[in-house]
């Protein structure tokens, strides 16, 4: 068998532009990269919430999520059965290892469980001015089982309400952050108040207040 004879300098010159050519245009050509978004939240093992609903609304948007689970839970479609926080020195670790990669340029929190989860969120989000904040207050699931502690809680109004540019609490969640008797916000004109209220209190941008607690036979949101 004859050896194959090596390229000529000139010959691997010609091939190595041509190569650089292909993939300059290729890069050109290219679509841009997908903005990234974050969840911040816990995980709903039915996945009819927490990060598991924020991956897929990400998802359809078209943009890259990735997820900073706060909590792993046990629960179905009727109900939360048991929370397990996730230590807070494996969240940093999350966050820091996700900032230096995939920054984000919003984030979206839900469950905190613990004061602790609260302040190392509320840590991130004092570094990353720019980034637009969605908070969705998450206190408790719609069963009645507490997914954030009155430390976090605390932590919640006083550090991360404020950096807020959107919050979207349900009606007892505004209930409480407001320290209104439950069933207080029973009309849209009360929720439209209660929206106004918790702008004006906490200094987030703005309050989209959920409609499906309120009674009624629509469930209207009010912005």
């Keep these: 068998m004859t050896p194959r004879r090596p390229l000529q300098p000139r010959l691997f010159a010609f091939a190595a532009a041509c190569a650089l050519r292909v993939a300059a245009a290729l890069s050109a050509t290219a679509p841009p990269r997908a903005a ?13 919430a927490g990060v598991e ?33 996730t230590p807070v020195e494996h969240l940093e670790t999350t966050i820091a290892t996700l900032e230096a990669d ?8 839900g469950a905190l469980a613990t004061a602790a989860t609260a302040r190392a969120v509320a840590a991130f989000l004092e570094r990353t001015p720019d980034c637009r904040v969605v908070v969705d207050p998450v206190i408790s699931s719609t069963s009645g089982k507490r ?39 029973a009309t849209a004109d009360d929720a439209a108040a209660a929206a106004r209220a918790l702008r004006d209190a906490f200094g987030c941008g703005a309050v989209l207040l959920k409609g499906g607690h309120v009674p009624g036979a629509l469930a209207a949101d009010v912005f």
């Design 36 to 48: 990234v978004a974050w969840t911040i939240a816990g995980s709903d093992s039915s996945a009819g």
């Design 102 to 109: 995939l920054p984000p340029a919003a984030v979206k929190t």
């Design 147 to 185: 997914l954030l502690d009155d430390a976090g809680l605390a932590a919640l109004t006083a550090e991360i309400l404020p950096r807020a540019d959107v919050v979207c609490p349900n009606a007892p969640e505004a209930e409480l952050l407001l320290g209104l008797d439950p069933g207080a916000i």
């Design 53 to 85: 609903a924020d991956l897929a609304t990400f998802r359809c948007l078209g943009v890259r999520g990735c997820a900073v689970v706060t909590a792993l839970t046990a629960q179905s479609t009727q109900g939360v059965k048991a929370v397990l926080p």
